[in-house]
């Protein structure tokens, strides 16, 4: 057997088990035999049978040694990993071994006893999978005993399409190891379970241990015991403190380990360099979770961060989650738990908002904030520097808790925005995710290499990824609160249609404006509804949309109004503004609304109200669950009510499903990109005009044909051979905007003139000093008509590939009318991306020229994404111009660069 090849460290992963504890899945090492000849020795005489379905007999060091040696490729092994007495051991092995078809392997697994039943087998499958896939196998194949019901069962629940038959009482399987949309579906919902399983160690733990528990006076130590205590935490509290007898008459522990009882969660607040041994206490007592409080990690620098790597690695060695470090807590208003375990001594009424905070500063404002409101909350985490829990977590908790109806996040980063988007797609589906985000993403120094990098600011990035996984993003902590209001409280509204009723001109104005300002519609009041209200008052009012009662208004007319418009089918939302009037009893107008409250409940339909210069909930206006949001000014009311528009439809909005593409020659694609590699040692490097030419015709995208010249005379003939006219552009792997420095030259008619060109660029590049940079020309047909679009794909270092699409041409970055979209693209984002943009009536025909063929646009951005998934090594790309021709005959990409990493 070949010897270990480069360690493929890209299959490490921690994973989350179905009883949320952790183990470390990773690749086998050489240096694994004394690590892989205990777990044999471990075993029962049952598992070793199940596994090599007869008695094995001892084994010793050249066997290990044997087990322990693949090649990551056509032998490949992933063990399972704790940490246990000071020590890692192996728990677990799954491995493959490549048959001779080189399409199928042979796949055996091996899991420890005291570990059956809590998923590890399925996350083997998985990630055994993922390499296989990687290395050409499409195929496991395997042999089952009959009486290994347990492995039976594994096999046929993760998702694949299995093969079996039964001889001699042995299965044999075969297994097609394909992602279908099944087995992601299955993969993502074993996830979800084994991180709630995991969260609720944190969030509903049934006994607490803090370790730093102190009887100073505002010390954390002290502030975080307290608030445990005083929010009336319905478990069992272990002060944990080597020189305290009793803390707030608790007897107290010189350490975890001598705490009698069980531990679900600790807590720790202890000076940094004691945070990683008294982390591994907890552990070795059994606690599923910690929280740290203490900073001083990678906040601080190398040193911290090598530190905080110490303590992600003793909570995954022990299986424990880890929040923080660098956090200020948590907090649970469930009746049946009553946990405040942070700094803050605010403890919120109950609710149904969850919070989660990248900031402890942030949290504290916020909590103060929602208390000011009389804003109640289900839930807050404070998630620190997310060495392990982050809002990927916390997203798929909330999901289905049935106390949560909100999420908001104040984030500043993101950990895996993959994974992000693709949990928060789901999420939102079934409740809204609010967002502020504070911080920029640095798209990195290459991006002005490339128009499509130079155009992928951080702002567009993250819009991009909230649009697509249907989250709010809002721009303040302020506007977060409105919004938050609204949706926890009120009905979502079915559509853009809103009716406003006031006692005062200009507010009502201000409203109209500002709907028109967020695109909302003011539609004309029906003619049933008019007559409702004009025998509703016995004044002479103007009857109109936005509706002035006029300050002399009574309490019920303004009931009375509010009760017609609750029945009205042309209505979607209505606006209550009250400016406070001495001839009014302000307070009296507040009953009235809360009195008409449940009626818009029944219709479903939001009411909102904005008493001038007053915010938050007030007690007169409802109650939990249905207040009617209270608003200090008209535009903060219609912001938010556009934002509770904006998820209504990205939630129905319906998803889309990534295309699978006929006829892409991806084999020969992957042997023009290697053989360029291979070619070329700099890294990165643009693909030359050849090679850009076979790539394209590999994922049918139609190019303008492209023919390099080295000197004039032979322009001059390539361009004759193609047909005139001609365009002349400058070839250079160096220079990205040719038209900077002359490199082009337009409509071109005879060989004389093909000549001309070339030399005037040459004369252009040496005036400049580049003449070393210029490596010819190329000549292509010229296109005439068409609209210039530019696609274009670069790589975010935080985000991964996104694709842009937008208008084209010289301009294309001072027009900057683009849309981004994070990689794969789904057939409606295609369409949407076209769509969207700002110059998308182009596309219809304007002022004589013919519609333009959209449909083949939408087919050349998803024959894009498609190459972007197989062949990772693009680094960034911009075709610029694409001609879109007249509708029924394409497009033509004119020019294009390719930059491979």
């Given at each position: 057997?070949?010897?270990?090849?480069?360690?493929?460290?890209?299959?490490?992963?921690?994973v989350l088990?179905?009883?949320?504890?952790?183990?470390?899945?990773?690749?086998?090492?050489?240096?694994?035999?004394?690590?892989?000849l205990?777990?044999?020795?471990?075993?029962?005489q049952?598992?070793?049978?199940?596994?090599?379905q007869?008695?094995p007999?001892?084994?010793?060091?050249e066997d290990?040694q044997?087990?322990c040696?693949v090649?990551y490729?056509?032998?490949?092994?992933?063990?399972?990993?704790?940490?246990?007495?000071q020590?890692?051991e192996?728990i677990?092995?799954?491995?493959?071994?490549?048959?001779?078809?080189k399409?199928?392997a042979?796949?055996?697994?091996?899991?420890?006893?005291?570990?059956?039943?809590k998923?590890?087998?399925t996350?083997l499958?998985e990630?055994?999978?993922?390499?296989?896939?990687?290395?050409?196998?499409?195929?496991f194949?395997?042999?089952v005993?009959?009486?290994?019901?347990?492995?039976m069962s594994?096999l046929?629940?993760?998702?694949?399409?299995i093969?079996?038959e039964?001889?001699?009482?042995?299965?044999?399987?075969?297994?097609?190891i394909?992602?279908?949309?099944?087995?992601?579906?299955?993969?993502a919902?074993?996830?979800?379970?084994s991180?709630v399983?995991?969260?609720?160690?944190?969030?509903t733990?049934?006994?607490?241990?803090?370790?730093?528990a102190?009887r100073?006076?505002?010390?954390?130590?002290q502030?975080?015991?307290?608030?445990?205590?005083?929010?009336g935490f319905?478990?069992?509290?272990?002060?944990?403190?080597p020189?305290?007898?009793?803390?707030?008459a608790?007897?107290?522990y010189?350490?975890?380990?001598?705490v009698?009882?069980?531990?679900?969660?600790?807590?720790?607040?202890?000076?940094?360099?004691?945070?990683?041994?008294?982390?591994d206490?907890?552990?070795?007592?059994?606690?599923?979770?910690?929280?740290v409080?203490?900073?001083?990690?990678?906040?601080r620098?190398?040193e911290g961060?090598?530190?905080?790597?110490?303590?992600?690695?003793?909570?995954?060695?022990?299986?424990?989650r880890?929040v923080?470090p660098?956090c200020?807590?948590i907090?649970?208003?469930d009746?049946e738990?009553?946990?405040?375990?942070?700094?803050?001594?605010?403890?919120?009424?109950?609710g149904?908002?969850?919070?989660?905070?990248?900031?402890?500063?942030?949290?504290?404002?916020?909590?103060?904030?929602?208390?000011?409101?009389?804003m109640?909350i289900?839930g807050?985490?404070?998630?620190?520097?997310?060495?392990?829990?982050?809002?990927?977590d916390?997203?798929?908790?909330?999901e289905?808790d049935?106390?949560t109806?909100?999420?908001?996040?104040?984030?500043?980063?993101f950990g895996?925005p993959?994974?992000?988007?693709?949990?928060a797609?789901r999420?939102?589906?079934?409740?809204?995710?609010?967002?502020?985000?504070?911080?920029?993403?640095?798209?990195g120094?290459?991006?002005?290499?490339?128009?499509?990098?130079?155009?992928?600011?951080?702002?567009?990035?993250s819009?991009?990824?909230?649009?697509?996984a249907?989250?709010?993003?809002?721009d303040?902590?302020?506007?977060?609160?409105?919004v938050?209001?609204?949706?926890s409280?009120?009905?979502?509204?079915?559509?853009?249609?809103?009716f406003?009723?006031?006692n005062?001109?200009?507010?009502?104005?201000?409203?109209?404006?500002?709907?028109?300002?967020?695109?909302?519609a003011?539609?004309?009041?029906?003619?049933e509804?008019?007559?409702?209200l004009?025998?509703?008052?016995?004044?002479?009012?103007?009857?109109?949309?936005?509706?002035?009662?006029?300050?002399?208004?009574?309490?019920?007319?303004?009931?009375?109004?509010?009760?017609?418009?609750?029945?009205?089918?042309?209505?979607?939302?209505?606006?209550?503004?009250?400016?406070?009037?001495?001839?009014?009893?302000?307070?009296?107008?507040?009953?009235?609304?809360?009195?008409?409250s449940?009626?818009?409940?029944?219709?479903?339909?939001?009411?909102l109200?904005?008493?001038?210069?007053?915010?938050?909930?007030k007690?007169?206006?409802g109650?939990?669950?249905?207040?009617?949001?209270?608003?200090p000014?008209?535009?903060?009311?219609?912001?938010?009510?556009?934002?509770?528009?904006?998820y209504?439809?990205?939630?129905?909005?319906?998803?889309?499903?990534?295309p699978?593409?006929?006829?892409?020659?991806?084999?020969?694609?992957?042997?023009v990109?290697?053989?360029?590699?291979?070619?070329?040692?700099?890294?990165?490097f643009?693909?030359?005009?050849?090679?850009?030419?076979?790539?394209?015709d590999?994922?049918?995208?139609?190019?303008?044909?492209?023919?390099?010249?080295?000197s004039?005379?032979?322009?001059?003939a390539?361009?004759a051979?193609?047909g005139?006219?001609?365009?002349?552009?400058?070839?250079?792997?160096?220079?990205?905007?040719?038209?900077?420095?002359g490199?082009?030259?337009?409509?071109?008619?005879?060989?004389?003139?093909v000549?001309?060109?070339?030399?005037?660029?040459?004369?252009?590049?040496?005036?400049?000093?580049?003449?070393?940079?210029?490596?010819?020309?190329?000549?292509?047909?010229m296109?005439q008509?068409?609209?210039?679009?530019i696609a274009?794909?670069t790589?975010?270092p935080?985000?991964?590939?996104?694709?842009m699409?937008g208008m084209?041409?010289?301009?294309?970055e001072l027009l900057?009318?683009?849309?981004?979209r994070?990689?794969?693209?789904?057939?409606l984002?295609?369409k949407e991306?076209?769509s969207s943009?700002k110059?998308?009536?182009?596309?219809?025909?304007?002022?004589?020229?013919?519609?333009?063929d959209?449909?083949?646009v939408?087919?050349?951005?998803?024959?894009?994404s498609?190459m972007?998934e197989?062949?990772?090594?693009?680094a960034?790309l911009?075709?610029?111009?694409?001609?879109?021709?007249?509708?029924?005959?394409g497009y033509?990409?004119?020019d294009?660069?390719?930059?491979?990493?």
């Amino acid at each position: 057997m070949a010897a270990n090849s480069a360690y493929p460290s890209q299959y490490e992963n921690e994973v989350l088990l179905k009883d949320g504890s952790r183990i470390l899945l990773r690749p086998i090492r050489q240096d694994d035999t004394e690590r892989w000849l205990a777990f044999f020795q471990r075993q029962s005489q049952q598992t070793k049978y199940f596994r090599f379905q007869r008695d094995p007999g001892k084994m010793g060091p050249e066997d290990a040694q044997r087990f322990c040696t693949v090649d990551y490729k056509n032998t490949f092994a992933l063990v399972g990993e704790v940490q246990r007495e000071q020590r890692r051991e192996i728990i677990a092995i799954g491995r493959y071994y490549r048959l001779p078809n080189k399409r199928s392997a042979r796949v055996a697994f091996a899991i420890e006893d005291a570990y059956h039943g809590k998923g590890i087998g399925t996350r083997l499958i998985e990630w055994l999978a993922n390499a296989a896939r990687d290395n050409g196998i499409a195929f496991f194949e395997g042999d089952v005993l009959a009486e290994n019901e347990r492995m039976m069962s594994v096999l046929k629940d993760y998702g694949f399409h299995i093969d079996s038959e039964l001889r001699g009482g042995v299965y044999h399987v075969t297994i097609p190891i394909a992602r279908s949309r099944r087995v992601e579906q299955k993969e993502a919902e074993r996830e979800r379970l084994s991180t709630v399983a995991s969260i609720r160690h944190v969030l509903t733990p049934r006994s607490i241990a803090v370790i730093g528990a102190s009887r100073q006076p505002g010390s954390l130590g002290q502030l975080v015991f307290q608030n445990i205590m005083d929010a009336g935490f319905t478990g069992v509290v272990y002060p944990v403190n080597p020189k305290a007898d009793a803390i707030m008459a608790v007897k107290a522990y010189p350490s975890v380990l001598d705490v009698p009882g069980e531990v679900d969660l600790a807590i720790i607040i202890v000076p940094t360099q004691f945070v990683a041994r008294v982390a591994d206490e907890c552990g070795r007592k059994g606690a599923r979770a910690i929280i740290v409080i203490t900073d001083g990690f990678k906040e601080r620098g190398l040193e911290g961060a090598a530190r905080e790597e110490e303590l992600r690695d003793v909570a995954l060695g022990h299986g424990m989650r880890l929040v923080g470090p660098n956090c200020m807590g948590i907090l649970n208003t469930d009746p049946e738990v009553r946990l405040n375990a942070s700094f803050s001594r605010i403890y919120p009424p109950r609710g149904n908002i969850a919070f989660l905070s990248q900031s402890g500063a942030m949290g504290l404002v916020i909590l103060e904030y929602a208390m000011d409101l009389n804003m109640g909350i289900s839930g807050f985490v404070s998630v620190g520097n997310r060495a392990d829990i982050s809002s990927n977590d916390l997203l798929q908790y909330w999901e289905d808790d049935p106390s949560t109806r909100v999420i908001l996040l104040y984030l500043e980063s993101f950990g895996n925005p993959r994974k992000f988007s693709r949990i928060a797609k789901r999420v939102s589906s079934k409740k809204p995710i609010v967002i502020v985000k504070g911080g920029a993403t640095p798209v990195g120094s290459h991006a002005a290499s490339s128009h499509t990098g130079a155009m992928a600011t951080p702002a567009v990035v993250s819009d991009a990824l909230f649009r697509q996984a249907g989250i709010i993003r809002v721009d303040s902590i302020e506007e977060l609160f409105d919004v938050a209001t609204l949706l926890s409280n009120q009905p979502l509204p079915e559509g853009k249609r809103l009716f406003i009723v006031t006692n005062g001109g200009g507010p009502g104005i201000l409203a109209a404006d500002a709907s028109a300002q967020q695109g909302l519609a003011l539609p004309e009041i029906a003619p049933e509804t008019a007559r409702e209200l004009e025998q509703l008052m016995q004044r002479d009012i103007s009857i109109g949309n936005p509706l002035d009662l006029t300050g002399s208004v009574t309490p019920q007319e303004f009931e009375g109004s509010l009760k017609v418009l609750a029945g009205d089918d042309n209505v979607d939302a209505v606006l209550a503004i009250f400016v406070p009037a001495a001839v009014v009893d302000s307070t009296l107008v507040e009953e009235a609304i809360r009195r008409v409250s449940p009626l818009y409940q029944r219709h479903k339909k939001p009411l909102l109200a904005c008493f001038m210069g007053q915010r938050g909930f007030k007690a007169s206006l409802g109650k939990t669950g249905s207040f009617v949001p209270c608003y200090p000014f008209p535009e903060d009311a219609i912001s938010a009510l556009a934002k509770a528009v904006e998820y209504r439809e990205l939630r129905e909005k319906p998803r889309g499903a990534v295309p699978r593409i006929k006829g892409i020659k991806r084999e020969r694609a992957h042997r023009v990109i290697e053989a360029a590699m291979s070619q070329n040692q700099e890294r990165p490097f643009w693909l030359p005009a050849d090679k850009i030419a076979d790539l394209l015709d590999c994922y049918g995208i139609r190019a303008a044909e492209t023919a390099v010249a080295g000197s004039a005379d032979e322009a001059a003939a390539l361009a004759a051979r193609a047909g005139f006219p001609v365009v002349v552009k400058l070839n250079s792997s160096t220079i990205t905007h040719k038209t900077d420095v002359g490199g082009v030259v337009l409509d071109l008619n005879s060989e004389d003139e093909v000549k001309s060109a070339f030399k005037a660029i040459e004369d252009k590049l040496t005036a400049i000093g580049r003449e070393s940079e210029m490596q010819g020309v190329t000549i292509q047909r010229m296109i005439q008509d068409g609209v210039e679009i530019i696609a274009g794909v670069t790589q975010d270092p935080t985000f991964g590939p996104l694709i842009m699409f937008g208008m084209g041409g010289v301009q294309a970055e001072l027009l900057k009318d683009i849309v981004l979209r994070l990689h794969p693209l789904t057939e409606l984002d295609a369409k949407e991306m076209v769509s969207s943009i700002k110059m998308a009536s182009l596309f219809e025909g304007f002022r004589g020229t013919p519609p333009s063929d959209v449909q083949s646009v939408h087919d050349l951005l998803l024959r894009l994404s498609a190459m972007v998934e197989d062949i990772p090594q693009i680094a960034e790309l911009d075709f610029n111009p694409v001609k879109v021709m007249a509708k029924g005959e394409g497009y033509w990409v004119v020019d294009a660069r390719i930059s491979l990493k």
